[in-house]
């Protein structure tokens, strides 16, 4: 979404290791108009809390009724198919124009509260599916109370052990005078939105949403719910440049590549969690545990698609009871569905959004690294913020130790230095805050001390862009150490190109630039290095996959994927669009599934590859063994380490706490 801020200074200060110097840190300015309200505090040492074993809790935050179905999805049902509780906020009433269209039917007139309340049927029906319930199986409804007394309707359904959540703050999406509502309270100081009623909804009375309201009453679900995994929509879409006809057919904003509302509601989401873990702090309190994934919106429409049919066909199965149909008898006067999204239409649409889902910052498990005495340590990112945790022995992992930062993105990058000393790099909002004022993000890195030991005090290493909007669409920062001793570090510009970065081996760092080719890219950059000392990135693109070695453009076309790849000793792995097959340099390798895809070299075993099956599970392979990680487990992201123990794998569960896998023994 493009937000016009107003030009002013601001003085950045400078990250700090010691919580002594907390008093002059620059933080994530959260949308409060009052000055003694905190913002994020980026010294470590704060404590951060810990959820008990298996106490997991998802929560998504949409703009529509359909936004989780189509872009969250299938993330989201293998969570809860796992057992992990689902809530779910939709922060508008969905209610457009009003006309529930059906194929081939004359239009009927239009009824904003109808169509409302039939969009929230057809989420009801298509969670009682996602519970193995009957579709029309009655939900309990009732009214919640929220922050400043502002009401919202809660719906309830609970199966063998699992439970959805739905919550719907009715929002309007647009207005007498605001073509697009929700957006216009992000930027705007002053305006006021009456919420919209739905047809048969037990929440009868309106209420007033300014944008201080609307982020209190987030943080304050936030805080009731306590989440371990939050899902968000993306707040930095691409820059898409479209004629306005193509545009306003594909429901994109001006000059960007997802609906103005998912952004913004993307925004007010961000802004919340920041603000719930500064409150946190302030209060003395632990830093929440929660990691959060972002998700991409109509992004998915422009690259090819990345799910195989497997995948596809249950995720296209979830949108069929929302869709629903004005034959259906489910209860509901107002209607049984969004009727234009039922039957095959999510696969016939020539839009394509449900065949891929793409996270905003590509996925990856933690960071994992051996300390002394051979002991793994683990890094990642809980509540906006980088932690470490350490095993106490093989195996066994201790909490979480906070080292500061945030708020980060998720999806850290690293890279381990000739004697063993670490480097963190990750994305941090160094402002979020709205109403004309900064949306800022900066590259930061975490430097190790000594192996296994202390940091250094974080250190800005700025942006590839030039101004604060095409700042905020860099990606998630790759790096990789050569042997000559540089750091080389990639980040996806605002041009979908790559920007680099490298280090020099005394310690200086050299200019941004940008790597030749011009060709579009998406984020999920591979590196390594092969036994020449050459470096490789490998991304994919539009048309194909893109290659430099050392910084130049490699000769000779490489196929096209459809997804993120990954790349060991100089060597690429891809799958083809909308298939589940894995290639590699001899063809297909053996490791079916779809998502994000690791490679690492190991003395013992070759290459391994890691990666997720067409059922979700965390699955291994190198050369002619495989194995499957079959634990009823929610998983998150997994790493594979080859160390000096062989093979482990190091992953994060949905309950914040680390886990470890060895499919091989040690």
């Known amino acids: 979404m493009h937000i016009s801020a107003r030009r002013r200074t601001v003085l950045a200060a400078a990250l700090a290791a010691g919580a002594g110097t907390a008093a002059t840190l620059a933080g994530c300015s959260v949308p409060q108009p009052r000055r003694t309200v905190p913002t994020a505090d980026p010294a470590p040492g704060k404590p951060v809390g810990r959820a008990g074993p298996g106490r997991a809790l998802l929560m998504q935050f949409a ?60 989420l009801r029906q298509a969670y009682a599916e996602a519970l193995g319930l009957p579709r029309f199986t009655p939900w309990r409804r009732r009214v919640l109370t929220l922050a400043g007394g502002r009401r919202a309707e809660v719906d309830v359904l609970t199966h063998g052990g699992r439970r959805v959540e739905l919550v719907f703050l009715n929002l309007p999406m647009h207005t007498a005078r605001r073509y697009m509502a929700v957006p216009a309270l992000w930027e705007d100081r002053a305006l006021e939105l009456r919420t919209h009623l739905s047809a048969g909804s037990p929440v009868t009375r309106v209420d007033t949403y300014d944008h201080e309201r609307l982020t209190g009453v987030l943080v304050d679900l936030l805080r009731r719910h306590r989440p371990t995994v939050v899902h968000t929509l993306d707040p930095d879409p691409d820059t898409q440049h479209s004629d306005e006809a193509t545009r306003r057919r594909d429901s994109e904003q001006p000059g960007y590549s997802d609906h103005g509302d998912h952004t913004a509601v993307a925004c007010f989401t961000w802004a919340a969690l920041c603000r719930w873990v500064a409150e946190a702090v302030r209060d003395g309190e632990p830093v929440p545990a929660f990691a959060v994934t972002a998700f991409r919106g109509y992004y998915n429409r422009h690259w090819p ?36 999204v039922g039957g095959d239409r999510p696969l016939t649409n020539r839009k394509g959004w449900v065949r ?95 192996p296994g030991g202390p940091f250094l005090a974080w250190r800005g290493l700025g942006n590839p862009e030039r101004g604060d909007d095409r700042g905020r669409r860099i990606g998630a920062p790759v790096a990789v150490a050569a042997p000559d001793g540089r750091v080389h570090l990639f980040v996806r510009n605002a041009d979908k190109g790559v920007s680099t970065r490298v280090r020099k081996p005394g310690g200086a760092w050299g200019p941004w630039r940008v790597l030749p080719g011009g060709a579009e890219v998406q984020d999920g950059f591979a590196v390594s290095v092969d036994a020449a000392g050459r470096t490789h990135v490998y991304a994919a693109g539009r048309e194909s996959v893109r290659h430099w070695v050392d910084g130049r453009e490699a000769a000779g076309r490489l196929p096209l994927s459809g997804a993120t790849v990954a790349s060991a000793a100089g060597e690429l792995y891809h799958r083809p669009p909308a298939s589940g097959t894995l290639l590699g340099p001899g063809g297909d390798v053996g490791l079916d599934g779809y998502g994000p895809v690791a490679a690492v070299r190991s003395p013992a075993l070759g290459t391994v590859l890691l990666g997720t099956d067409l059922r979700g599970r965390t699955a291994v392979r190198a050369g002619d063994r495989f194995r499957v990680r079959t634990e009823r487990a929610a998983d998150l992201a997994a790493t594979a380490h080859a160390g000096a123990r062989g093979l482990t794998v190091v992953g994060l569960g949905a309950d914040g706490r680390p886990w470890s896998w060895t499919p091989w023994g040690t």
């Open 63 to 122: 703009a529509h009724p359909d936004d989780d179905l189509y872009f969250m999805n299938p993330d989201s049902q293998r969570l809860l198919d796992a057992g992990v509780p689902l809530v779910s906020v939709y922060v508008t009433a969905g209610e457009h124009t009003g006309r529930n269209r059906i194929a081939g039917m004359p239009e009927t007139p239009p009824d904003r509260a109808a169509y409302s309340s039939a969009r929230h049927q057809g």
């Open 356 to 450: 891929s889902t793409h996270h905003r910052w590509p996925l990856r498990g933690p960071v994992v690294a051996e300390g002394p005495g051979g002991r793994l340590e683990a890094y990642g990112v809980l509540g906006l913020r980088a932690v470490r945790w350490r095993e106490s022995a093989p195996g066994v992992w201790g909490g979480p130790e906070d080292l500061g930062g945030g708020p980060l993105a998720p999806a850290p990058g690293a890279a381990v230095l000739g004697d063993g000393r670490l480097l963190l790099f990750a994305v941090r909002f160094a402002a979020l805050e709205g109403r004309g004022r900064p949306n800022r993000r900066e590259v930061v890195l975490l430097e190790q001390r000594s």
């Open 305 to 340: 698609k990345n799910l195989p049919p497997a995948v596809l066909a249950e995720k296209a199965a979830r949108l069929v009871p929302y869709g629903g149909d004005p034959s259906w008898r489910c209860g509901n006067p107002s209607g049984c569905g969004d009727y234009g």
